[in-house]
């Protein structure tokens, strides 16, 4: 396993480099905007539900835009290097901002930029690797994306901690944006094949309907078990609920990240070789388990623990297996076409799915809420049984 790991492409381990350094920089920034918003801004809740929702709408249109125009232009680097430079410029500038509004526009350019390079960062980390090596290529993607997920929220609180002024910690930002822009600028496209007759005429409006059918019955499993995916703030407000003091629920959510982390190239990488319909089977259903735990049951200390350490477990079993499954089942000159419309179906769901359980939540309770959610995960683990069959595409780079 671990010459495998040693083995793969340079550019597997500049992408995951890259999404280390920026995903500190950006979890560093994102549990300080409630603070700054309120404390600075003076403004409320709704205003930055307003952002937040303004920018994560853009950001998944634009997965889904930027993966149709790869496929066309047959270039990835362009869109990566511009999406980490408008982070390099839009997150210093938030020591700087006097309203709310000005906050929105930071916050809209930050997710322009995240929207344009995620499906062409993820369509040249499929094109880098062959299907033997697919899942783990992307789960070590994922393990160092989790790395900065763990690594951002501890040194933010270490600056604060420090004394340091918010400004000033926003305005550091700089340093890790320049250092992604200059990383992106070092990447190699690898030779890719000539585009299929029909993929020039791939418009923004042309759908997925080039797409195999096979994939596109993907999207409505990844789609029906986004539905159930709300927000993770919710099981930090259940954990809240459960007794978690509220100093400790970011430890508990970095320990998720943690888990993650250490998981996802293994788990990741057994995708290869028992292949991916099983490892999501498996996955869909821990999340079905956690989810009716966590509402039907009253687990603390120790026990409440565990399950959110057997949620990162989830997370480490199906981030970076779904992602090598869209390039499985894509034909490469469709690639960055298969990642737009996976990366914005998920992100697309996200409010919906929060809606729903949030009305589910505040209405009937937690128990009716995340027995929604464990229903979609296991309504979407029989259509991924039904739907795509063992073959070699969904059963490992053997076919077994």
């Not at 410029?89 to 930029?113: E, H, K, M, N, Q």
Request: glycine letters at 10%; proline letters at 6%; one cysteine or more.
């Amino acid at each position: 396993m671990w010459q495998t790991i040693r083995a793969l492409p340079r550019t597997v381990w500049l992408i995951g480099l890259i999404s280390l350094i920026n995903d500190s920089a950006s979890e560093l920034v994102y549990p300080l905007v409630p603070l700054y918003l309120t404390s600075v801004l003076m403004a409320g809740p709704r205003a930055l539900g307003l952002i937040e929702g303004i920018a994560e709408a853009t950001a998944s249109l634009l997965k889904w835009v930027s993966g149709v125009v790869v496929d066309r232009t047959r270039r990835s680097k362009p869109w990566i290097v511009v999406g980490y430079g408008l982070a390099a410029l839009g997150r210093p500038l938030i020591a700087w901002v006097t309203s709310w509004p000005a906050l929105l526009a930071i916050r809209f350019a930050d997710r322009v930029g995240k929207g344009l390079r995620t499906s062409p960062r993820d369509a040249l980390l499929a094109a880098s690797v062959g299907a033997d090596r697919r899942g783990l290529a992307f789960g070590v993607h994922r393990a160092m994306d989790n790395a900065g997920a763990v690594i951002g929220p501890l040194l933010a609180a270490a600056l604060l901690a420090s004394g340091m002024p918010l400004r000033e910690v926003f305005l550091w930002t700089w340093v890790p944006a320049l250092v992604c822009v200059a990383l992106a600028l070092a990447l190699r496209e690898p030779a890719t094949p000539a585009p299929a007759p029909n993929v020039a005429q791939i418009g923004l409006g042309s759908g997925g309907a080039a797409l195999p059918p096979v994939f596109r019955r993907y999207l409505v499993i990844v789609a029906l078990f986004a539905l159930g995916n709300s927000s993770n703030m919710f099981l930090l407000l259940r954990a809240s609920e459960l007794g978690v003091p509220q100093a400790q629920i970011p430890l508990l959510w970095a320990a998720v990240s943690f888990i993650a982390m250490v998981l996802s190239v293994p788990l990741s990488g057994l995708s290869d070789r028992i292949g991916r319909r099983r490892l999501l089977l498996m996955g869909y259903g821990a999340y079905a388990l956690f989810y009716l735990a966590m509402g039907l049951s009253n687990p603390t200390g120790v026990w409440l623990v565990g399950w959110f350490a057997f949620y990162g477990i989830f997370l480490a079993a199906t981030e970076g297996v779904e992602k090598a499954l869209v390039a499985d089942l894509a034909p490469a000159q469709l690639r960055g076409t298969a990642f737009g419309w996976f990366n914005m179906t998920t992100g697309a769901m996200l409010l919906p799915a929060s809606f729903v359980f949030g009305l589910l939540y505040e209405h009937a309770g937690a128990g009716p809420a995340f027995a929604f959610s464990a229903g979609c995960a296991l309504a979407a683990g029989a259509l991924l049984w039904r739907w795509l069959p063992r073959t070699g595409a969904t059963a490992g780079a053997s076919g077994r």
